[in-house]
């Protein structure tokens, strides 16, 4: 094939996407504007930075995200490839030390001589020819504007994401923090600081009271459900922190449960700094270092990063694209990854993959069909679509209620027959589509 794809934006989502549609026999160029620019939430030169956490979530298979990176790993996805290579423990999650993760995706794309990858190129209007845009939720404010006239992104496609802060791990206090994953799977992955009801007391209303980082005027607090900011979290009620990401479950210390735990995950594969699990938040730094430091063994902590907040655009995929992605005022034009409606690290990842491996079939008239609606990706390419919910398109992680319902007794019985048949559907498209067996 000699057809010349532009891919713009070297995310998790631009990477897959050039990867496939280089083995596929294309052309690439994959264009990012880094290092010349960053986004308000990026720092590395390189390609695939992890942003809001290091973790890519559950790799079990009794888990909707386990399900899904079990599916992108028999379509060679180079994101779970890199991560498999810069993995750092955390108990039964996917973690990695996103500097070395962002190395190894580098790698990978080198090795691909169909990929002209270049940095420092800043885009305005989508180039001539097949664009891919994979630019994310922060894309650049020309290309927003670009997309305002052709995609319809107005103001009320958006909503707000928070980072976790990153503190120094020779900064804790160890005399008050116990190692040990949850119910002891993972080993001493984590390191938790125990609170008892009364830390807990003054901890939450120390949350609720902080000072917190303005939004504009004319802007509305929209926050996406599973990554809401701590304090926000705490403004719901006194026990909902305990019963997230502060709950105590699995964590015993000494034969007793803390009241509430503060998990810290390692940040780099040396565990010389680490995040806290759970408290994206918006809270100004000044407000962090003095609440936060009100969790024990983090009294004298030092910040390596400050835990911010940051808008995140999408598009209402259901009415601006069509089934493969394109733009439909612009069909040369398509998007992937998180812009298209899909949150988190490998949900945007499954997106790039998928239009890679959509647009390869087409280009050798070998159109591929969607993946079955029973497996995780095809349960997200749905929901894109906008056939798996109401009026209002929001974005969405990976869950099992993206998949038809299984008639069964007890959640976790209907979770087994569910990856069972998400498996046993996804290898009979594999075969089906050309695209190899199950390994």
Known sequence: MDKIVTVVGAGL?????????????????LL????????????????????????????????????????????????????????????????????????????????????EYTKSVLVSDPPEGDVVLATGPLTSPELVSWLKQYAGCDQDLYFYDALAPIVSADSLDMGKIFAGSRWGKGGDDYLNCPMDEDEYGRFVEALRTAQRTPLHDFEEPKYFESCLPVEV?????????????MRPVGLEHDGTQPHAVVQLRPENSERSAFNLVGFQTKLTYKAQDQVFRLIPGLENVEFLRYGAVHRNLFVNSPVVLDDEFRLKAAERVRLTGQIVGVEGYMESAAMGLLLGLMMVGEAGDRPLTPPP??????????????????????????????????????????????????????????????LGGVS
């Not at 989502?13 to 160029?29: D, I, K, M, P, S």
């Not at 956490?53 to 990176?69: E, I, Q, R």
């Not at 749905?382 to 929001?394: C, D, P, Y």
Request: hydrophobic share 40%; glycine share 8%.
């Open 13 to 29: 989502a631009g990477c897959e996407a050039a990867v496939a549609l280089a083995r596929g026999g294309l052309q690439v160029r």
């Open 32 to 115: 990012d504007m880094k290092p010349a620019q960053f986004s308000p939430a990026h720092n590395l030169d390189g390609p695939a930075e992890l942003v809001c956490s290091n973790s890519l979530k559950s790799d079990s298979l009794d888990t909707a995200h386990g399900l899904l990176k079990w599916e992108l790993r028999q379509l060679g996805s180079v994101v779970l490839k890199a991560a498999d290579h810069a993995r750092v423990p955390a108990g039964s999650a996917l973690a990695v030390d996103r500097r070395l993760f962002s190395e190894e995706v580098e790698k990978l794309l080198s090795k691909e001589s169909r990929i």
């Open 233 to 245: 979290l705490a403004d719901r009620g006194d026990d909902v922190l305990a019963f997230g990401p």
């Open 373 to 434: 609606l029973d497996t995780a990706l095809g349960a997200l390419w749905n929901h894109v679509r906008g056939k798996n919910q109401g009026k209002v398109f929001e974005p969405m992680n990976i869950h099992f209620g993206l998949l038809p319902p299984v008639k069964a007794r007890g959640r976790s019985n209907r979770r087994k027959i569910a990856v069972k048949r998400a498996r046993v559907s996804f290898a009979n498209w594999l075969e089906q589509s050309g």
